[in-house]
């Protein structure tokens, strides 16, 4: 029963926001009574920190797969960084920032996340893509990690946007050797 409450609640979260989802509205989307909910979760700090987690393993666990499974850098920063706009897309914005609001101990989880994404998803590939002479070895590899987390997630007004941000984020990031793969067919 509790993971049902989470994905419900998840779902209402994702879709309307934290603030404006109560603990009554998901018990009523679960045909539940809100004592059950209870049961489970002592207050709805506890469940959205729970949906949250939930939903930032679940992220973490598809990079590392992304980053494991790549063909090579160039091909693990293109899905990443798809991965990443998927999530600002599929996420209501309502969400982080009634968290980082309202729910300040929670806030603290995201931030965690997000160092631990940046320092072992995104910083990892910039050092693989030096390693490998696909990227420039003289970037500063932890500013540009958290460079590329800020712009994948930067809210921009026109379609594709995001894909001309990525790409030439991407490019900046080449060597000679790298540009010759990035603009192969079966990278790009």
Known sequence: ????????????FNQFGVRTVRLDDVAHQLGISKKTLYQHFIDKEELVRLVLETQLDENLREARVIHTLASNPIVGALRIWDRLIAYRQTTNPNLLRDIERH???????FEAFRTTYI?????ANIRAGI???LYRPD???P???W????QSQWDIPYTGAETAIKHHFIRGLLTQKGLTLYEAKDVC
């Open 103 to 109: 729910y300040p101990t929670v806030w603290s989880v």
């Open 147 to 150: 460079l590329w987390a800020a």
């Open 119 to 123: 320092n072992t998803i995104l910083a």
């Open 139 to 141: 970037v500063d590899e």
């Open 131 to 133: 390693e490998q002479g």
């Open 143 to 145: 500013a540009l990690a």
């Open 1 to 12: 029963m509790k993971e049902r409450i989470i994905a419900e609640a998840r779902h209402l």
